[in-house]
């Protein structure tokens, strides 16, 4: 017997696609890391009255987002990974 021309086998795994585990804890940690940010500029917030967190750290934004990148290029070579190798079924 012929194989289909056409597959779509890929396609319909993606509607039970699975978060992996190495690809929740990325995204826990870029969480964890907004978090931080966040309590930081409270804090700052807090002491300083309403400014901006740059105001008083400078340059502390942009490490952040800096960071942060670094994060989300993890995030998106685990999805890419682990998408490809389970045949979407996992990401």
């Known amino acids: 017997m012929d194989k289909e021309l056409i597959t779509k086998d890929n396609v319909s795994n993606v509607g039970n696609i699975q978060i992996s ?3 929740k804890a990325l995204i826990s940690c870029r969480a964890k890391l907004s978090d931080i940010y966040e309590t930081v500029a409270n804090v700052i917030g807090r002491l300083y ?3 901006d967190i740059d105001n008083v750290f400078d340059g502390f934004s942009d490490s952040f987002y800096a960071f942060d990148e670094y994060l989300l290029n993890a995030i998106i070579k685990a ?3 682990k998408s490809l190798s389970s045949r979407y079924k996992l990401m």
């Open 21 to 23: 585990e190495e690809t």
């Open 79 to 81: 999805v890419e990974l």
């Open 49 to 51: 009255g309403d400014t």
